[in-house]
């Protein structure tokens, strides 16, 4: 089987340098070592997205020369998998997940996790998410057949509930929310399951989720791919950049200021990445300088 990378954006905006940090990382890591790169749009959150922006961000990976394997099936657009086209396969994840015992459904609202921080029941984990403590879990696991766990499904997701993942060290994370939507864990895992996703390099905001993959693959049956952190792009004020702390999106209307950005990209990993990893990508980053920039002009 062919080794991949892949490089997954949320298009809740354009790519910034902290996104094109992470994508030249990860294109390098797949191109210098023969792997395919493939390039998957995560639109799970419909509220947080902003209209446009997966387009634009196709312009600009392809303005930086960062060209990506084209993933051919039905529901694949410009050669990339579309999350929000992934319903079923996630439903049918869940649903495996529901008779293996592996998920719950949880009916604890926002205010209520809250309130168990504020007597002392659970705290925050680094990323600022509450620590579930645990009310909806079910003392023993419950293992059904397939065609139950889908008529358990239905019922009480009528019932708006959310389901949590249970894992075995109690970190008991969402894969899907009350309101319909699947969370990133199960989508993210699935797909890369579903791609053949060797090879990850990502953020190191990302750092927290590897264990909650690993186990969600484990439950799955799906092989664990190699996983790499980038540490992510600070400003100033010692934050992430990013849409909130207002990072300028990436331009790609002038040859110069794309060459520009790249060189950028390349100097943080130079000074972020370990040598051995440096010395195996250099080539292939020195043939990506050297190619001619199409800029491209604005729409309106
Ligand atoms: N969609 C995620 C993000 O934009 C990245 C997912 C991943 O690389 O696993 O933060
Ligand atoms: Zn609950």
């Known amino acids: 089987m062919q080794a991949k990378g892949r490089f997954a954006p949320s298009p809740t905006g354009p790519l910034h340098l902290g996104s094109l940090v992470t994508a030249l990382a990860s294109w ?49 657009r410009m050669g990339v998998l579309f999350q929000s086209s992934r319903h079923d396969a996630y439903l049918a994840a869940l649903e495996t997940l529901i008779a293996a015992g592996r998920v719950y459904p949880c009916t604890c609202s926002r ?33 059904m057949t397939q065609p139950r766990a889908e008529v358990f499904f239905r019922q009480e997701d009528r019932e708006g509930c959310s389901w949590r ?28 399951g579903f ?22 693959r484990e439950a799955l049956g799906l092989p664990q791919p190699y996983v790499q952190h980038v540490p992510v792009v600070k400003n100033d004020q010692g934050e992430k950049l990013s849409k909130q702390t207002k990072a300028p999106p990436l331009r790609i209307d002038s040859a110069e200021v794309i060459q520009l950005q790249l060189d950028f990209a390349w100097s943080y990993l130079e000074f972020h990445m370990p040598p051995s990893w ?22 309106c």
Do not use: M
């Open 111 to 143: 205010k209520r996790l809250q309130y168990a921080v504020g007597s002392g029941k659970t705290t925050h984990n680094p990323d600022g998410e509450i620590i579930y403590p645990g009310y909806c879990r079910p003392q023993q696991p419950e293992r």
């Open 28 to 76: 390098l890591d797949a191109r210098a070592n023969g792997r395919q790169w493939l390039v998957r749009v995560e639109d799970l959150d419909p509220p947080r997205e902003e209209p446009g922006a997966a387009d634009l961000i196709l312009q600009q990976l392809s303005a930086h020369g960062l060209h990506w394997d084209a993933w051919e099936d039905r529901e694949s």
């Open 278 to 299: 440096l010395a195996r990508v250099e080539g292939c980053w020195a043939r990506l300088r050297q190619q001619p920039i199409k800029p491209v002009a604005p729409t």
């Open 165 to 192: 993942f249970r894992n075995d060290n109690g970190d008991d994370f969402l894969l899907r929310r009350a309101d319909g939507f699947w969370a990133y864990h199960l989508a993210v895992v699935v797909d890369d």
């Open 195 to 216: 791609q053949g996703i060797t090879h990850i390099l990502r953020g190191d905001d990302l750092l927290h989720a590897a264990p909650r993959h690993q186990a969600l």
